[in-house]
């Protein structure tokens, strides 16, 4: 099974701010690297499909970068409604997983 | 629009068995695969595993084979969930969710997701 990890567990940020989260695979995913945020009681919503493809309707401050086995999902510009959990997945082969999760909290 | 809507809540004692449903509408039910991911509270999400709605076909998260079975009717465009032999770890909210990511030959990704369902296993 290809394990994922994310850091920070959680972080703390204030509005405007540049956040950071990285998630790493403990093998190569072929690029088939996704990102959800989820809101409290909420389903996870698609953010980012295939390393690099920003899923419609979502606003350009979230961007990504990497490859292989490292991937980087950055908020540019921390919103109000970006406070919220960020998962990444690995969509190359099942069984699918997940990472841990990312809380982006209030400062 | 897409639509997947999910059964209500669930309580179950151990040992039980629960069946979840999730309605797809807003799309052509058998080009898309559905898969089911649970969240424990607090906890982070889990795959369970996946159902092709036009041939039946499934693959299960090896954790829970054998206690987990998915099947769709095409009749009424629902995917079911059925999972056996409860125990208090299996207390989760589920989620059905649509998988385009085979669909655009891009891996495995979910672009749209239910609801919900609480599932709660208590004695």
């Known amino acids: 099974d290809i394990q994922m990890t994310q850091s920070p567990s959680s972080l703390s940020a204030s509005v405007g701010d540049r956040v950071t989260i990285t998630c790493r695979a403990s093998?190569?995913?072929?690029?088939?690297l996704n990102w959800y945020q989820q809101r409290p009681g909420k389903a996870p919503k698609l953010l980012i499909y295939?390393?690099?493809g920003l899923q419609s309707g979502v606003p350009s401050r979230f961007s990504v970068s990497g490859s292989g086995t490292d991937f980087t999902l950055t908020i540019s510009s921390l919103q109000p409604e970006d406070f919220a959990t960020y998962y990444c997945?690995?969509?190359?082969?099942?069984?699918?997983?997940f990472g841990q999760g990312t809380k982006v909290e209030a400062k | 629009q897409v639509q997947l809507v999910q059964s209500g809540a669930e309580v179950k004692k151990p040992g039980a068995s629960v069946r979840i449903s999730c309605k797809a509408s807003?799309?052509?039910?058998?080009?898309?695969?559905m898969h089911w991911v649970r969240q424990a509270p607090g906890q982070g999400l889990e795959w369970i595993g996946m159902?092709?709605?036009?041939?039946?076909?499934?693959n299960y998260a090896r954790k829970l084979q054998g206690r987990v079975s998915m099947t769709g009717d095409t009749s009424t465009t629902t995917v079911y969930m059925d999972l056996s032999s409860l125990t208090f770890e299996d207390t989760a909210v589920y989620y059905c969710?649509?998988?385009?990511?085979?669909?655009?030959?891009?891996?495995?990704?979910?672009?749209?997701w239910g609801q919900g369902t609480l599932v709660s296993v208590s004695s």
């Open positions: 969710a649509r998988d385009r990511g085979t669909m655009l030959r891009l891996g495995y990704y979910f672009d749209y």
């Open positions: 807003g799309y052509t039910f058998t080009s898309y695969n």
């Open positions: 159902i092709n709605p036009s041939g039946g076909s499934t």
């Open positions: 093998q190569t995913t072929s690029d088939y």
């Open positions: 295939a390393a690099s």
């Open positions: 997945q690995q969509g190359s082969t099942t069984p699918l997983t």
